[in-house]
């Protein structure tokens, strides 16, 4: 059988490129890309199917294209991220030096728009994947440019532009190789073992955030039965944990109920976390869920803002969100809220409102980041046409190391210093501290949580800006 290798590739920092969004590690995490993990399974029925991640492998640019010479790959398939590209377009060339046959496919954010320029004469690419769920690579490896939809070719004819059918309703995939994913280090502040899975239910998200990323792929889900299959094989591998990386768990509120209950009836005995909404999880779903080994949910807060909330289209109320994190912190299911400062109408007054938030929600954690002008959303053309960013690829960390952008009325180092203040109005709050040390279970659980809380501390304070 052809090897193809899927490739993370080596970096100067912690980089995450998974699922079409990249950034810079806020602490210390690294979970496996879903792009490979679902790669994994539409490949592994025609070819040797390898990963190499150098990035939870911690390998240097010469150690990793020396274990690709070693492989000795007939194809590879590269993350690229936005918030890395140009030493990611560097490593590639690299490899297209030392492996001259060999074909290239890049997948990533940077890609979601104007990816032909990313094709072009000098480019070590030769194609370019836009969705990680369809059979399109085996069209295209196979030479079958004829049957590729979603993805950017370069051809002797010059580059074939997707046909992008609209993704919907219900799609499957073969089982993902859980098993290529458990010798590497991948640690998430929210899993309870060093051991977890990444599992994606859906595909997209039906609701339409105008800064998100996700609100560009469209929606689709696979059925109960398919996951409930590759659950069972990741039993078997001996994991515990699983990592829903669903967009908006519950979107198609069926499936996830019955999902639930056939997790629950089986007794898979599986711990999870998942991202989902506020005004998606009833009481109903969020006792299934609970049963079914749920014990932590990540909530897109990002605003205390009403304002903000409805400027960008997010659907739902502060006190929507409030009401959510006290229901799930009254049945015991742990909360984590994603907050983004520094969206164009962002301005003091509204800073103060998501301060006053954080200073009296019941969050178990908080993820602060800055808004980013990604690929191919909304955000990304208003910005452009405020004249606040310009039509390049500009900086793209959402973790704050770096600020992508001013709003109408607060200048980047403004935006930085909220950052830094809301981490600390959550973090150094007493009420939390308490709190959180109250709930530590496990040696495990301590460790894990004091080193990503180290490891923010440094990146909020210390890093270079």
């Not at 002797?156 to 993704?167: M, V």
Request: include cysteine; glycine fraction near 10%; proline fraction near 5%.
């Amino acid at each position: 059988m052809k090897r193809v290798l899927l490739l993370n590739p080596p970096g100067k920092r912690l980089y995450i490129r998974d699922y079409f969004c990249s950034k810079v590690s806020q602490a210390d995490y690294l979970t496996q890309p879903v792009d490979f993990v679902m790669l994994s399974g539409i490949l592994s029925g025609r070819f040797d199917v390898r990963l190499l991640d150098a990035m939870a492998g911690r390998l240097s640019a010469g150690s990793a294209l020396s274990e690709i010479r070693e492989q000795d790959p007939f194809a590879v398939i590269g993350l690229f991220g936005a918030v890395s590209l140009p030493e990611d377009l560097a490593f590639a060339a690299s490899v297209r030096e030392a492996c001259p046959g060999v074909k290239l496919i890049g997948i990533g954010d940077a890609f979601r728009e104007g990816g032909e320029k990313y094709l072009g004469p000098g480019s070590p690419l030769d194609a370019l994947l836009l969705d990680f769920t369809t059979p399109d690579i085996l069209a295209y490896l196979d030479g079958d440019y004829g049957a590729v939809s979603n993805m950017l070719v370069r051809s002797p004819a010059g580059i074939l532009p997707p046909k992008r059918t609209p993704p919907g309703g219900v799609f499957e995939v073969p089982p993902p190789r859980h098993d290529l994913f458990t010798g590497y280090n991948y640690r998430h502040p929210f899993v309870r073992s060093r051991k977890f899975a990444t599992v994606l239910t859906d595909y997209g998200c039906p609701y339409q955030c105008t800064f998100c990323v996700m609100s560009t792929l469209g929606f689709k889900s696979r059925t109960p039965d398919a996951v409930m299959a590759e659950l069972r094989g990741i039993k078997k591998l001996g994991i515990k944990e699983v990592l829903f990386h669903t967009q908006t768990f519950g979107a198609r509120r069926k499936d996830a109920a019955e999902l639930c209950r056939r997790m629950r009836d089986e007794g898979l005995g599986l711990g999870w976390t998942c991202f989902s909404r506020a005004d998606v999880l009833d009481a109903e779903l969020l006792s299934l869920m609970k049963g079914a080994g749920c014990h932590t949910i990540i909530f897109g807060v990002e605003s205390g803002s009403d304002e903000i909330l409805r400027k960008y289209r997010k659907g739902y109320t502060r006190e929507q969100i409030v009401a959510a994190v006290d229901y799930c912190d009254g049945i015991g299911i742990e909360t984590v809220g994603t907050f983004i400062l520094g969206l164009p109408e962002e301005t003091h007054e509204t800073m103060a409102q998501t301060l006053s938030l954080l200073g009296r929600i019941r969050l178990d954690y908080a993820s602060i980041n800055v808004a980013v002008p990604r690929m191919g959303t909304d955000l990304r053309r208003e910005a452009v046409s405020l004249g606040i960013v310009d039509g390049d690829l500009a900086v793209m960390d959402q973790s704050g190391g770096d600020i992508a952008m001013p709003t109408k009325g607060l200048s980047k180092e403004e935006v930085l210093r909220y950052k830094k203040l809301a981490v600390r109005t959550f973090y150094l709050n007493p009420r939390y501290l308490l709190r959180r040390l109250s709930k530590i279970r496990s040696l495990y659980d301590f460790t894990r949580q004091f080193g990503q809380a180290a490891a923010l501390v440094v990146n909020t304070w210390f890093r270079k800006q």
